[in-house]
């Protein structure tokens, strides 16, 4: 049984079908890669996954469990699905190390000083430690995003989905924020990856995903999507984009 | 003309000190009401259900559209009235029903700022950026958890420079209490300026502490303002 298994995954919006069919497996300690052109499906689809957009048709199971059917056991499924958004949205009103507590505090009921030791040992691995106590709108784009990893990191999920993690930050901020991510594949981080990244995905991916109109088109290696991809749409898109 | 400032000053001054002394009292725990009923009307408008939905549109606008005097003698005069009458009708007993001038000013202020209050809150939750909410479900909290951790807090913080706004107007609009004979400040001004013709000297000393009152509090509004503007 894989860790989470998307079974005919459909989405609409209103008549606008923006998820057809979509099958995907991941096993424990898979980093998966999504790639494709704006407007594709690929952050809806991801989305689907923690249930901020609710699936049309189809199902989801985690660990065989079938999620769209949670109703309110929802959000502690989501306590074991961490999530890095495009644009952070880190807690303005909290600094860097209550961004990362607090969840842990209220929802795993953590004491205070167990979170905090935690929190600043998941601060150090992103190399944050040194903001602990700073706002998060006084750090720069890539910081807020190593932030926002260290906070999904600290619920202990059992899956990361990262949303088009550097699509917001300036190019010099990228490598940062990859080179945390890159860390967390090899420790075996179970990841979904939505990216224009396509360095990350081939060196980091084990399999990738070429989604292009609400449909996977290609599904593969690193090296047979980029090397020897097999359809015209997945050729197109890497000739433009590489 | 000869005006005597000082006499006037001398004889007035004890009398609306006291009457400083209800004003806040009305104020603090009027403006505290109606923070309280306004987030509850904000956080009602925003559920989903259409008919909560109609009832406190159609509360608000009944409240926006009638001065806020009508409201102080509703509540001071018929409110009472109506309790008796209900009471007589249902129960069978007469009880006479008196609201404390005082506290029908406390009640008028916290239902019709409430309702204005209600509607700077609700814009401004509207305006929190729905990536805290989408944040805080990620993260494994329930919708009624992200409402009050992570958006009405941020909400609120940027309503302040607002809220000190109303309660400035507040300051003001309890001189309206003076025709529910709540012995505010212009009641007493009236009584004193009745008795001793010092006319001129009465209204303006009162005029004064008015200002006195408000320009504080209003540049203390300005300054939260700007510093709520400026990054952390």
């Given at each position: 049984m894989s860790m989470l298994e998307i079974k005919n995954l459909s989405k609409s919006f209103g008549d606008l079908e923006v998820l057809r069919d979509i099958n995907i497996n991941i096993e424990r300690g898979e980093v998966v890669v999504v790639i494709g052109p704006s407007g594709s499906g690929k952050s809806t689809m991801l989305r689907c996954v923690n249930l901020l957009e609710r699936p049309t048709n189809g199902a989801i199971l985690f660990e065989g469990q079938?999620?769209?059917?949670?109703?309110?056991d929802t959000p502690s499924y989501r306590q074991k699905v961490g999530m890095v958004f495009q644009r952070f949205n880190l807690f303005p009103l909290k600094t860097v190390l209550e961004n990362v507590t607090y969840a842990p505090q209220r929802l795993l009921r953590l004491p205070r000083g167990t979170a905090h030791f935690q929190g600043m040992e998941y601060l150090r691995k992103v190399g944050m430690e040194s903001k602990a106590d700073a706002y998060p709108n006084t750090l720069s784009g890539g910081q807020q995003q190593r932030v926002a990893i260290a906070r999904a990191l600290a619920m202990r999920p059992e899956v990361l989905l990262f949303?088009?993690?550097?699509?917001?930050?300036?190019p010099e901020l990228v490598g940062d924020v990859l080179a945390v991510m890159k860390q967390l594949a090899r420790e075996g981080m179970t990841m979904l990856v939505v990216t224009h990244e396509m360095g990350f995905a081939r060196e980091v991916a084990h399999r990738v995903i070429f989604m292009d109109q609400g449909y996977i088109v290609e599904e593969g290696t690193p090296e047979e999507i980029?090397?020897?991809?097999?359809n015209d749409r997945t050729r197109a898109f890497l000739a433009r984009i590489l | 003309m000869e005006l005597h400032f000082g006499r006037a000053f001398a004889a007035l001054a004890p009398s609306l000190l006291d009457g400083v002394g209800i004003v806040l009292y009305i104020t603090i725990v009027g403006f505290l009401s109606s923070l309280v009923v306004g987030l509850v009307l904000a956080i009602g408008r925003l559920s989903h259900n259409r008919i909560l939905n109609v009832i406190l549109i159609g509360f608000i606008e009944i409240i926006r559209g009638t001065p806020l005097l009508v409201q102080f003698f509703y509540i001071y005069y018929v409110v009472p009235m109506l309790i008796a009458g209900f009471a007589s009708m249902l129960f069978g007993v007469n009880i006479n029903v008196q609201i404390a001038a005082s506290t029908s000013g406390i009640i008028g202020f916290a239902i019709n700022y409430g309702c204005y209050l209600s509607e700077v809150i609700r814009g401004a939750i509207v305006a929190v950026d729905p990536g805290q909410r989408e944040a805080g479900l990620a993260l494994g909290f329930n919708e009624a958890q992200v409402l009050f951790r992570f958006i009405i807090p941020p909400a609120l913080r940027n309503s302040i420079p607002v809220f000190g706004n109303y309660l400035v107007m507040m300051i003001k609009d309890t001189s309206l209490l003076a025709m529910i004979s709540v012995q505010e400040l212009l009641l007493r001004t009236r009584t004193f300026a009745s008795q001793t013709f010092l006319t001129v000297e009465a209204y303006t000393i009162l005029a004064l502490v008015y200002l006195v009152l408000s320009i504080p509090l209003s540049q203390a509004a300005k300054y939260l303002e700007h510093r709520l503007q400026r990054p952390r």
């Open positions: 079938d999620i769209t059917r949670l109703g309110r949303d088009e993690p550097t699509s917001a930050l300036d980029f090397g020897n991809p097999r | -």
